[in-house]
């Protein structure tokens, strides 16, 4: 068995006036004390975008040992986030890669830029990738409802992204980005992890924030089989 942590969307702030960096540590403590094969971080890691700053402090506070990858959000830096974190935490300045298990690929995209790039969507539509395999990425992979973050903030080329994930061999979707916690299903499974900065109201039209718990998501592969469920350290 395969055990992945994914955090996301951790807004770690310049000061601590807020409960961000306390709430990274908190999680930080839990893969210390309960180790994982990998550590996925899902974008927008800093407060301020791209803060060069900010990501040299969350380096710092990694769990000795842990093998972690990052890929970018919207909030994030490419060049920056590659310089400070370098190919032992993004393989390449892509954030493109797959691990291959015994019986799936677990693949890594790069959507920071708030589209899905055509020759990432070609190699996931290729029979390349094997049945039930994992895709890692930012952004909602398909329309979850009619909400602010809906509305204002989906992946642009949505429509094109969802059409190819359900004709391809991904069958699990893990991502970020919407701030809050949500599971639909429909030709692959989508996971939106929550975010342990502040969450979002997933049906308000208008934006409507409020305090978030201090969330990680916990994936278990074993052979094609893949079972999550998000953890709440403050609870």
């Given at each position: 068995?395969t055990l992945i942590y994914q955090i996301t969307d951790t807004h770690v702030a310049l000061d601590n006036?807020?409960?961000?960096?306390?709430?990274?540590?908190?999680?930080?403590?839990?893969?210390?004390?309960?180790?994982?094969?990998?550590?996925?971080?899902?974008?927008?890691?800093?407060?301020?975008?791209?803060?060069?700053?900010?990501?040299?402090?969350?380096?710092?506070?990694?769990?000795?040992?842990?093998?972690?990858?990052?890929?970018?959000?919207?909030?994030?830096?490419?060049?920056?986030?590659?310089?400070?974190?370098?190919?032992?935490?993004?393989?390449?300045?892509?954030?493109?890669?797959?691990?291959?298990?015994?019986?799936?690929?677990?693949?890594?995209?790069?959507?920071?830029?708030?589209?899905?790039?055509?020759?990432?969507?070609?190699?996931?539509?290729?029979?390349?990738?094997?049945?039930?395999?994992?895709?890692?990425?930012?952004?909602?992979?398909?329309?979850?409802?009619?909400?602010?973050?809906?509305?204002?903030?989906?992946?642009?080329?949505?429509?094109?992204?969802?059409?190819?994930?359900?004709?391809?061999?991904?069958?699990?979707?893990?991502?970020?980005?919407?701030?809050?916690?949500?599971?639909?299903?429909?030709?692959?499974?989508?996971?939106?992890?929550?975010?342990?900065?502040?969450?979002?109201?997933?049906?308000?039209?208008?934006?409507?924030?409020?305090?978030?718990g201090i969330p990680i998501r916990k994936i278990e592969i074993e052979g094609a089989s893949t079972l999550?469920?998000?953890?709440?350290?403050?609870?």
């Amino acid at each position: 068995m395969t055990l992945i942590y994914q955090i996301t969307d951790t807004h770690v702030a310049l000061d601590n006036k807020n409960s961000t960096r306390e709430n990274f540590l908190a999680i930080m403590n839990y893969v210390c004390q309960n180790p994982a094969d990998l550590l996925v971080i899902t974008g927008d890691l800093p407060d301020e975008d791209g803060s060069k700053e900010i990501y040299q402090w969350m380096k710092e506070q990694f769990p000795k040992g842990q093998k972690t990858y990052l890929i970018p959000g919207n909030h994030d830096d490419d060049g920056n986030l590659y310089e400070i974190f370098g190919p032992e935490f993004c393989v390449s300045p892509h954030f493109f890669h797959t691990m291959r298990l015994d019986g799936i690929d677990v693949i890594f995209t790069n959507t920071g830029s708030g589209r899905f790039p055509p020759e990432q969507l070609d190699y996931l539509s290729s029979e390349s990738v094997r049945s039930q395999s994992v895709l890692f990425t930012h952004y909602p992979t398909r329309k979850i409802s009619d909400g602010f973050m809906d509305t204002i903030y989906p992946l642009e080329n949505l429509p094109e992204v969802d059409d190819v994930l359900v004709r391809s061999n991904i069958g699990y979707v893990f991502c970020g980005h919407f701030h809050t916690e949500y599971k639909a299903s429909g030709g692959y499974e989508i996971h939106v992890t929550p975010s342990p900065a502040f969450e979002v109201d997933l049906n308000e039209v208008e934006l409507k924030l409020s305090s978030a718990g201090i969330p990680i998501r916990k994936i278990e592969i074993e052979g094609a089989s893949t079972l999550s469920e998000v953890i709440y350290l403050d609870e």
